[in-house]
């Protein structure tokens, strides 16, 4: 069965460095791949998309990956902020039936 | 702008009993759909509609049901509440289906729902 793989642990980072998440898949071949932040208590919210033949896209400080060859995405935040302290979540879909598939998300923090 | 609203927020039921987690949206969108969010889980498709009298199942539909009369309102029934419908609700909308490549998704703020 098709199955999103998102580290389940907390990810610590420093203020000021690069944080990279990542979103594995398996027993699937997306087409496009969105990326969501969630606050705690509140709904997810929309990042970016990218598509399978984009191999990076990228909008302010973010920058998302897409390896289909490795079944893979990598979401980066670049000079990470303590406002970026968030659960992200990734969701794969197909061209066939139009539905997202989503990680279970993983959990950010970063300290001052 | 409103976005996508849910009510209520918070909500206890006794097992049994049965009730309706509204949704409305103000963006004229087509594509709505229900989720449940579960600890250590990704959230759940239950029901999507692409539009005003059209609505399918999800992943997990069981126990549910929806409506779609207008294009603003989308409605979940849960018939006769169980424990394992425990979970945080959150009911979505697009302009194009999600999964395309302009299908981003606007998500109300959930509701959570206790099962007693």
């Known amino acids: 069965s098709q199955k999103i793989e998102q580290n389940s642990e907390a990810l610590n980072i420093q203020e000021g460095k690069t944080a990279t998440l990542t979103c594995n898949y398996t027993?699937?071949?997306?087409?496009?791949l969105q990326w969501y932040r969630q606050d705690p208590g509140r709904g997810p919210v929309f990042l970016l998309l990218?598509?399978?033949n984009e191999k990076e896209k990228r909008k302010e400080r973010l920058k998302v990956t897409f390896d289909t060859t490795l079944k893979q995405s990598l979401f980066h935040i670049t000079a990470s902020q303590p406002a970026d302290s968030a659960t992200y979540l990734c969701?794969?879909?197909?061209?066939?039936?139009?539905?997202?598939?989503w990680g279970a998300g993983t959990k950010l923090i970063i300290k001052p | 702008n409103a976005g996508v609203t849910q009510t209520p927020k918070f909500q206890v039921l006794k097992t049994g009993q049965s009730m309706t987690l509204q949704c409305a949206q103000d963006?004229?969108?087509?594509?709505m759909s229900w989720y449940r969010q579960d600890p250590g889980m990704g959230l759940r498709l239950i029901h999507y509609?692409?539009?005003?009298?059209?609505?399918d199942q999800g992943e997990v539909p069981n126990g549910y049901n929806v409506s779609r009369s207008t294009t603003e309102d989308f409605p979940l029934r849960l018939l006769s509440a169980a424990p394992s419908q425990t979970s945080v609700y959150f009911c979505?909308?697009?302009?194009?289906?999600?999964?395309?490549?302009?299908?981003?998704?606007?998500f109300g703020e959930g509701s959570r729902l206790t099962v007693l």
């Open positions: 979505a909308s697009s302009s194009q289906p999600a999964g395309v490549s302009t299908g981003e998704l606007f």
């Open positions: 963006m004229n969108h087509e594509y």
């Open positions: 509609s692409v539009g005003a009298g059209i609505t």
């Open positions: 027993n699937y071949s997306p087409a496009y």
């Open positions: 990218i598509r399978e």
């Open positions: 969701a794969p879909s197909t061209d066939s039936n139009y539905q997202l598939i």
